[in-house]
């Protein structure tokens, strides 16, 4: 049953996020320009155009976005002992890690060098690494085996590291870590994963009872409402997609009961 939702959710998002629709009406509009549905085609394209245009021009990502990043606050005062830090996959570009056969990281890499320079902060730490391939076609090559490489190169002991690679999605991520290396009642464990992924990760360790202390990183938005300068497209694309993909996982993980609420909180 896991292996058949996760298939349909990666379909789904795969067709259904916001600039994949926008181009969709787009095309569906310039199809019917140049038929015998002039009125709804020239509707389609102004909507699709009016859609791109405020994204591109307007604050819409950051507004869609920073209510995610704010939620869990950044740690000011880190914690003088801690028994375990745990960062999920999702920085790292498996089809150029591959390709290339050197790591290759998305613009999530916070999510590495936060994890190598707390390994650095607490020595001795029990360290887990969570991630295996979120891929429709499951390859040989996992981001456990890059992050390893990368991790060494970062000045990380591996020794220290265990490595869990088969979980494909945040839920996994937890489970099978929780099974390999069994935290103990009263625990300090820091979650270290984006900021805007960190409610739905921390509800869902929670829901599993893994008590964590989050630790969110790879920030998009400044915590502040500007306008950008000039019109970007691309980055404002980048950022309702990514918050798009969030909320809907929160709503879908809250229906599946994989967390402890809508929107978990501190």
Known sequence: MNSLLFVLSKLFWDVLHPSSLLLLLLS????????????AG?????????CLLAIAALPVGDGLMAPLEDRFPAVRIPPPHVDGIIVLGGAIDLDLSGARRMPSLNSAA?????????????????????GGSNLLEQRAL????????????????????????????????AVF?????????GETWILVTSAAHMPRAAGV?????????PWPTAYKTS???????????????????????????????RLLGRTDRLFPAP
């Not at 190169?153 to 996994?172: C, K, Q």
């Not at 360790?205 to 964590?212: D, E, L, N, S, T």
């Not at 997609?241 to 809907?248: I, L, Q, Y």
């Open 42 to 50: 020239r509707l389609a394209v102004a909507t699709s155009a009016v």
């Open 142 to 173: 996992r981001e456990a085996d890059v992050a390893r490489t990368l991790l060494a190169d970062l000045g990380v002991d591996v020794g220290r590291v265990v490595f869990e690679r088969n979980s494909r999605n945040t839920y996994e991520n």
């Open 28 to 39: 569906a509009g310039a199809f019917l320009i140049g038929g015998r549905f002039l009125g």
């Open 177 to 185: 870590s929780k099974e390999l290396v069994h935290p103990g009642r």
């Open 110 to 130: 916070e999510r590495m060098t936060t994890f190598a320079a707390l390994a650095r902060r607490y020595p001795d730490a029990r360290l887990v690494f969570s």
């Open 205 to 213: 360790f929670r829901r599993i009872g893994w008590p964590v202390l």
């Open 223 to 253: 915590g502040e409402w500007h306008w950008a300068h000039g019109l970007d497209l691309a980055g404002g694309l980048d950022k309702v997609d990514g918050a798009a993909h969030e909320w809907a996982g929160l709503a879908y993980y």
